[in-house]
């Protein structure tokens, strides 16, 4: 009996002493989070001032231009490319630390100067043509770009293959002259300058970097011979560099006429002001997230919170390394990212506690729903991806901003969000130390395990017909609005301006006399709680653009933003707008019908044109207005709703494997997706909630630039919930047992069935 005791005494010490190392493993590595989150915040802070701030953020000035030749030909991409050459050169001279310069379709460019306070310089810069001239060592003018071909210089390669520059000369004579005469000079140099400056500019002290970015210099050729044909420019070039060379030279002899047709001035006040309620907003959007994650998932929620910390971080370390700029649109995107990456963890802490409630040892139910988990968010992830491609290749400016941070979330949720939440997952799982503390881990109570459920499932599906009701009545009222009063378009879908000023303490009667006085014709005037926006229908020159601010500035002490859009752009944004999103929708169709079946697919398509119609429906209802932010909360929500509808779909096919799913009847077919609408009811729910607090967030404290994205995004959050959770398994089972009674309708029977006897060959 002694014997018995000491052995069991033994085995108490024992275990006393593993759950001791237990806890001293799961105290060390507790330690660890809290030294990686301290880390963290104390770098984001400063990586976030590093970066470059867009003009919505820190003040600026935009101008679209249309670009055209002076001679009337036809715009090419070559010619567009060597304007856009020439006009990064020109605004290496205005100061700009971080300039954007991007060309738009086959003729336009947008130029984005941020923290620009000189408008009248800036546009006198960027809108004078280039003059292109050669001049000898002491800088006289020896001939201009008339002695070229128009477009003439050309990339080619030297008798060693090497790259070259070929330039086709057009006045052969004065050609021949000029190298006649150069070639016997002791410096027997032509320097071709690009917008040569006679007050500055000189080769004697250019000369050394004469073709970097420094210099107006663009080449330096050694004369040595008289040439009455085309020449050849040949040296050490890189294949780039010749091609620059190509492009620069053909910006001097190919003058091009630069039309502004829209323009935008941010000033300093409101940018900053933007940005620190953005960062507010942001701030306390993240720490909803993270306190509903502890709420629900316990210790795995601080785990998930660390996660979103490290992402945050590695989101604008990736933004930092690739040298993007940050615009409003890009902290909207950043917020609603940080929502769906959530998504990653929700998805595998529900399979975690499945495999729980099944029996399962902590260590088992991790390996086994990380597993089950992977497929599922991959899919989502990669559709979102795809979505984000598409917005950034057809999306205008601020769409692509929102895009480009969309794609770098993507990116980033499958590192951190997938793997290093799974690391730090599986250093816990390790210790042992939460083996018989699940309700502290993940939320799981022991009475819950292995508990067999007693009630039938519920009917979800029975709800479908309610939901779509609701949808029906909602579009319904919209299109009588619509018919009545037409949408509240922004000034990006109709030509003319906008007029905002950072103050309340004025009236509509004053502000009409306002733009009486002006000779301007007024479309709306709005003054909300925080500034007032006027509309007008004329599209402002710059000379206009100008007095208008300075009226404004003079009269209210205000600071005065402007933006003006021309009809070219908004019929390019309208087409734009419409082509990205039906291109969203045949891709996602095409990428559901090869991972799943083609009634999986467009059961998904018109979820997606269901939210996007009730997300149409809403701005028309609520009056709100409609800009190219609306697009990108339309594409965002695309991505988002099929997200959540893989999710369920996978769980049906999953549940699907299970039954002989080829001979299902309606109603079988229906018991499985209500069984997989309820197995996802929670994760998805959970998925609304985090995505939809930063959104909130942004809508309460955020920029009246982004009230329609806040908006509309509410309603496709909400609306995309329930269409993935309740309408798409209804279309599903409507497309699925419709096929499969055509399918039994066309099966033709050439043999005699068998007769199954049981023990032999059933």
């Known amino acids: 009996m002694k014997r018995k005791e000491k052995v069991k005494e033994k085995k108490i010490k024992k275990e006393k002493k593993h759950m001791a190392k237990d806890k001293k493993s799961m105290l060390l590595r507790s330690g660890l989070l809290v030294i990686i989150s301290v880390i963290v915040c104390l770098l984001i802070v400063p990586l976030f001032k590093s970066l470059n701030f867009g003009l919505d953020l820190q003040g600026g000035f935009e101008i679209l231009y249309e670009v055209s030749p002076i001679d009337g030909s036809d715009m090419t991409q070559d010619k567009l490319n060597a304007t856009y050459k020439s006009m990064l050169k020109r605004i290496d001279t205005l100061g700009v630390s971080e300039p954007e310069i991007t060309l738009e379709g086959n003729d336009k460019i947008r130029v984005k100067l941020a923290g620009v306070t000189n408008k009248d310089e800036a546009r006198e810069t960027l809108s004078t043509v280039a003059t292109l001239t050669f001049r000898d060592s002491e800088d006289n003018l020896l001939m201009s770009s008339d002695v070229l071909e128009a477009g003439g210089a050309r990339l080619t390669t030297d008798t060693n293959g090497r790259p070259a520059v070929s330039l086709a000369v057009k006045d052969k004579n004065t050609f021949y002259k000029v190298t006649n005469a150069v070639k016997d000079y002791d410096t027997n140099i032509i320097a071709i300058w690009l917008d040569f400056d006679e007050t500055s500019d000189s080769y004697a002290s250019e000369g050394a970097y004469c073709g970097s970015s420094e210099s107006n210099c663009i080449s330096a050729a050694t004369v040595s011979q008289a040439f009455s044909s085309d020449v050849i420019i040949q040296g050490n070039f890189t294949e780039e560099e010749a091609s620059n060379l190509v492009d620069l030279i053909n910006s001097g002899s190919l003058p091009a006429k630069l039309t502004e047709i829209s323009s935008k001035t941010v000033g300093a006040s409101f940018g900053d002001a933007t940005l620190t309620v953005t960062m507010y907003a942001g701030i306390a959007g993240i720490l909803a997230i993270i306190i509903l994650l502890i709420g629900i998932y316990n210790f795995a929620g601080i785990i998930s919170a660390v996660s979103i910390l490290l992402y945050t971080l590695f989101v604008f370390a990736a933004f930092w390394l690739v040298g993007g700029v940050l615009t409003l649109p890009g902290i909207a995107a950043l917020i609603l990212g940080i929502g769906m990456a959530v998504d990653a963890n929700v998805l595998t802490y529900s399979r975690i506690k499945e495999e729980l409630l099944k029996g399962r040892s902590l260590e088992t139910a991790f390996k086994n729903g990380s597993k089950a988990s992977f497929g599922t968010i991959l899919d989502a992830n990669l559709t979102t991806l795809l979505v984000a491609i598409i917005m950034f290749y057809f999306g205008e400016s601020s769409v692509k901003g929102f895009a480009t941070m969309l794609i770098i979330n993507i990116i980033v949720t499958m590192i951190t969000m997938v793997f290093i939440t799974r690391v730090l997952m599986k250093m816990f799982v390790k210790t042992k130390y939460f083996d018989n503390k699940l ?115 003079s009269k209210y002490n205000t600071s005065v933003d402007i933006g003006v859009v021309s009809n070219v752009v908004k019929q390019d944004l309208v087409t734009n707008a419409i082509f990205s ?151 599903y089972v409507f497309f699925a047992s419709k096929k499969r009674k055509t399918n039994k309708k066309g099966r033709v029977v050439k043999e005699v069935s068998e007769k199954t006897i049981k023990g032999i060959n059933d």
């Open 581 to 731: 999103i039906i291109v969203s929708l045949i891709g996602i169709i095409l990428y559901i019908t090869f991972r799943f079946k083609f009634s999986y697919g467009i059961s998904s398509v018109i979820c997606l044109v269901h939210d996007a119609l009730m997300m149409v429906a809403s701005v028309i209802l609520l009056r709100v207005e409609v800009n190219s932010m609306f697009i990108a909360a339309v594409l965002a929500i695309i991505g988002y709703s099929i997200n959540n509808t893989i999710v369920v779909f996978d769980r049906v096919r999953e549940n699907l494997k299970a039954k002989d799913k080829d001979n299902l009847s309606k109603d079988e077919l229906k018991s499985v997706v209500n069984l997989s609408i309820k197995e996802t009811m929670s994760r998805s729910i959970y998925t609304s909630l985090t995505t939809l607090l930063p959104v909130i967030a942004l809508l309460v404290m955020g920029s009246r630039e982004i009230l329609t994205f806040n908006v509309a995004m509410i309603v496709g959050l909400i609306a995309g919930t329930y269409s993935s959770l309740l309408l798409a398994g209804w279309l």
């Open 439 to 553: 309700s502290f881990f993940i939320g799981v109570h022991e009475e819950e395990i292995n508990k067999k459920e007693k009630k039938p499932v519920y009917n979800y599906l029975g709800l479908s017909k309610l939901f779509a009701a609701f949808s029906l009545v909602v579009i319904l009222a919209s299109c009588v609005m619509f018919a009545f009063k037409g949408m509240n378009l922004g000034i990006d879908f109709q030509a003319g301006s906008d007029i905002t000023l950072a103050t309340t303490e004025v009236s509509e009667k004053d502000l009409r006399s306002d733009l009486k006085e002006l000779e301007l014709d007024e479309v709306s005037i709005d003054i909300t709680s925080s500034e007032t926006d006027i509309r007008v229908s004329d599209e402002l020159k710059d000379s206009e653009v100008d007095e208008v601010e300075s009226y404004f500035l």
